[in-house]
């Protein structure tokens, strides 16, 4: 996901359980700029935002959830 110091774009496939979400959150705290984060159910987006809130040092405010 990052080599030579910068971010290359990379995908992430493993099952249910394994860290998806916190090794997401830790790459956007890594590059340290704004993050978009699509995911397709409504459990999902909450789950991504709990996660942000927990290991990354931010305020609710800052996470934005859009949900259609």
Do not use: H, Y
């Not at 931010?58 to 949900?67: G, P, R």
């Amino acid at each position: 996901m990052f080599g030579n110091g910068r971010a290359r774009s990379d995908l992430i496939v493993c099952q249910c359980g394994t860290g998806k979400s916190l090794g997401g959150v830790a790459a956007a705290c890594t590059i340290n700029k704004p993050c978009l984060v699509l995911r397709n159910s409504k459990i999902s987006v909450e789950r991504w935002k709990q996660q942000f809130t927990t290991w990354f040092t931010t305020n609710d405010s800052n996470v934005k959830l859009f949900i259609s």
